[in-house]
């Protein structure tokens, strides 16, 4: 079986038809023709991810749709690429980068983030319906707060932005990108050296190489805004169509929720090579074989979430979700994303009350192929008035 990706456009939501009925570890082709697995439960997903006997290193997994991989094909990740390495290597990365995101730090960070949303809904209400809500709203948003936070000057916004967007973009010069993205970051890692500022790159200019520094803030810069914005974008796509009002003293539970019942990364991702015979679920994963997981189908286990189609905002155990991942590999930025996102949407539906969509649920086109889901466009509208 090959990895499904097309979603229906009548449920955009929902993961891509077949995948439930799939047992909890599956036979899955990889893009290269490997024959490895795919995991579409809780427990099994959490096996994978928790345990040291399956590795992240991108030259040992193969993956379930073709992506670029900087260093090239079934080559060990450069020095910093920290995501497609092991322990101690990943160790000595993320306890340099633990410190930079800690829920303390990334809390000093609210007032700022609700005054870029504060400007661009002020801009929003000028300019007036309809908009776009991807570009006028989701997207400058992470890509603000994550430029200000490295130290990338912001004017730059729409070259990180587009070569970003090539990166998790099936059609689009992934390699291209990465060299552009690659030599840019490179050039700013040199320049911190001399001139350092109050940011990220500059706080760690003492503790690593310009090669390591540069694929350190590939990875956050990257990250730091593509999964953030689609969710930003989507959760509101979900509200709308759902007919869910947002409450105020329940947006945080509701981030969870939504976090839990899009799932972005549905690509297969993140996924893991055995390094030596392992048993999951009940089936031999054999050394060399990789398991990739379907985030989508995997936070939606009856097993674990009662009514688990169901989008319920209240939700008490949402957090249980596997969106930021697990284990040692778990999303370094998750506080600065929930922040972002809770912020996000409350500044929003406070502002516009009565926002709704500018089109039909069915025209919204949706991002099928892009490694992170989300949609292209969002139109929306609201009365006059406000």
Known sequence: ??????????????????????????????????????????????????????????????????????????????????????????TRYRRLLTGQFTVRRMRLLEPRIEQIAADHLDAMAKAGPPVDLVTAYALPIPSLVICELLGVPYTDHDFFQDRSAALVTP?????????????????????????????????????????????????????????????????????????????????????????????ILHQGAPSRAALEDVEVAGQLVRKGETVALSLPVINRDGAVFEDPDALRLDRADARRHLAFGHGVHQCLGQQLARNELRIGYRALFERFPGLRLAVPATEVPLKHDATVYGVRCLPVTWPAAE
């Open 171 to 263: 059609d689009r010069d992934g390699a291209q990108a990465t060299a552009d993205l690659t030599a840019y970051l490179g050039e700013l890692v040199r320049r911190k050296r001399v001139e350092p500022g109050d940011d990220l790159i500059s706080g760690l200019t003492g503790e690593l190489t310009d090669e390591e520094l540069t694929y350190v803030a590939l990875i956050l810069l990257v990250a730091g805004h593509e999964t953030t914005a689609n969710m930003l974008a989507l959760g509101v796509f979900a509200l709308l169509k759902e007919g869910l009002p947002l409450e105020e003293d329940a947006v945080e539970g509701a981030v969870e929720e939504l976090l839990r019942w899009l799932s």
């Open 1 to 90: 079986m090959r990895l499904p990706i097309e979603r229906n456009q009548e449920c955009p939501f929902d993961p891509p038809a077949g995948l439930r009925d799939l047992p909890p570890m599956a036979r899955l082709e990889m893009a290269d023709g490997h024959q490895g697995w795919l995991a579409t439960t809780m427990a099994a997903g959490r096996t994978v991810l928790g345990d040291p006997r399956f590795s992240a290193r991108q030259e040992l997994k193969h993956t379930a749709v073709h992506v670029v991989r900087p260093g090239g094909p079934a080559r060990p990740a450069p020095p910093g690429f920290f995501a497609a390495t092991d322990p101690p290597e990943h």
